[in-house]
Structures are given as structure tokens and as C-alpha cells.
């Protein structure tokens, strides 16, 4: 069973435009819900994490929103740029174990 | 300052053999996690040590296997291959045990299996 699926597949999105990816769990134990950008031939890089007190949280660029009943949460990017191009996964995970579960990836494609 | 550090690169390995990775945390980290990534897929949790002891095992079977050392390094041995172990293993490491800290990536051993 996937505890936390994501979507879209991949997404192509014009210089200067937002791209939304969308994740959904099921699992209501999970606390801590980040965001990772991987290049290829790289390791995942933590991008932005959110808890679930607070919807939303901004960090330049990147956008978490997050809707507690729903059990979604997805990432913004606002004024897309090709150097924005990667795959990116959502995760969550509980706060007293450091096993986190993956969405199964977007790859993102930015246009110029 | 280092990161996380990660050896072989790539490995090539045919069917029931058995492989060695390794892993080298950040500095002053204590927890050390791996997981495999399939190709197309996001990674999966494989094992979590801190302070050298085993705090979390994912489903995976019993050929896996893992173990930190005192300074905090690891291994992850996998026994008799199959074609399906191949993937981009991974290993994270962290400050603290807890799930709300930051976990570095490393760049992954590509495992491939003949």
C-alpha cells in the first residue's frame, strides 16, 4: 500500500509560470511533510518541509499548502525557471521515527 | 565541509552474488538511513541507525542488512542478488533520531545486476 501518492507524472510548465505538484497520504500519525529536489545523478536535496499546525508556509520561490482534513499538500513554484528543472518528491514521516515515505516523483520541465 | 559520502559510484554484479555499500555521514551526525531507489520511483526506506544501533527497518528481506560503525559510517550488505535489486541506493544522514530533521542525501551507488 502507498502511504503517500503523488501527481502529476511530470509536468511542462513555461519559463515564468507556476508549477503545482499535488500529494495525498493516508497515514494521520504523519507530522512532518517535505519536499525534495533531485538532479540527475544527485541524491534528493530537502527543498522546503511543512508541519501540519500551520496551511501553509513560503519559502522564496516554494510554497507548501497544506489541508489537514483533506490529507493533501502540495508544492508551488512560483516563476518557474529552467534551472527549476528536476524531479521533485513529496514525503512525510512521523516525528518520533525518521523513516520517511516517498511519493513516486515528478519530473519537472521548465521551457525557456 | 564534506557530505555525505558515498562508495562504490557504480557497481556491476551478476545474480546470487553478494554486494558491499558504504557510507560515510556528515560530520558530527549520528543517524545514518538508506533506501533504494527504482528507477522512475521514489526512494524506499531500507534501514535507520543511530548512535550504531538499529532503529528502523523497512520491508525488505533478509538478504538486507546493515551496520554502523563507532564513527558513525555504515554498510549496507545485500546477499544473494536478484535482477531486481538493482536500483540507486541511498544514504541519508541526520543529526538526531527524530523525523523532523533534516536528512542529507548522498549521491547514491548505481547496483547493477546481470
Known amino acids: 500500500q502507498q502511504q503517500v501518492k503523488q501527481s502529476p507524472q511530470s509536468l511542462i510548465v513555461q519559463k515564468g509560470g507556476i508549477s503545482i505538484i499535488n500529494c495525498a497520504y493516508e497515514?494521520?500519525?504523519?507530522?512532518?511533510f517535505p519536499w525534495y529536489q533531485q538532479f540527475p545523478g544527485k541524491g534528493p536535496a530537502l527543498l522546503i518541509a511543512i508541519r501540519p499546525d500551520v496551511s501553509e508556509k513560503k519559502e522564496g520561490r516554494f510554497t507548501i499548502s497544506f489541508n489537514k482534513s483533506a490529507k493533501q499538500f502540495s508544492l508551488h513554484i512560483m516563476d518557474s525557471q529552467p534551472g527549476d528543472s528536476a524531479t521533485y518528491f513529496c514525503a512525510a514521516s512521523r516525528n518520533n521515527f525518521n523513516k520517511f515515505y516517498f511519493g513516486s516523483g515528478t519530473k519537472l520541465n521548465v521551457k525557456p | 565541509d564534506a557530505g555525505v559520502t558515498q562508495s562504490p559510484t557504480h557497481l556491476i554484479k551478476t545474480r546470487g552474488q553478494q554486494v558491499t555499500l558504504r557510507c560515510s555521514p556528515i560530520s558530527g551526525h549520528k543517524s545514518v538511513s538508506w533506501y533504494q531507489q527504482v528507477l522512475g520511483q521514489g526512494p524506499q526506506f531500507i534501514f535507520q541507525?543511530?548512535?550504531?544501533?538499529?532503529?528502523g527497518r523497512g520491508n525488505f528481506p533478509d538478504r538486507f542488512s546493515a551496520r554502523q560503525f563507532p564513527n558513525y559510517s555504515s554498510e549496507l550488505n545485500v546477499n544473494a542478488l536478484l535482477l531486481g535489486d538493482s536500483a540507486l541506493y541511498l544514504c541519508a544522514s541526520s543529526l538526531r533520531l527524530a523525523g523532523d530533521n533534516e536528512q542529507f542525501f548522498g549521491p547514491g551507488t548505481r547496483l547493477t545486476v546481470l
Open positions: 541507525y543511530y548512535e550504531k544501533e538499529e532503529r
Open positions: 497515514n494521520t500519525a504523519f507530522d512532518y
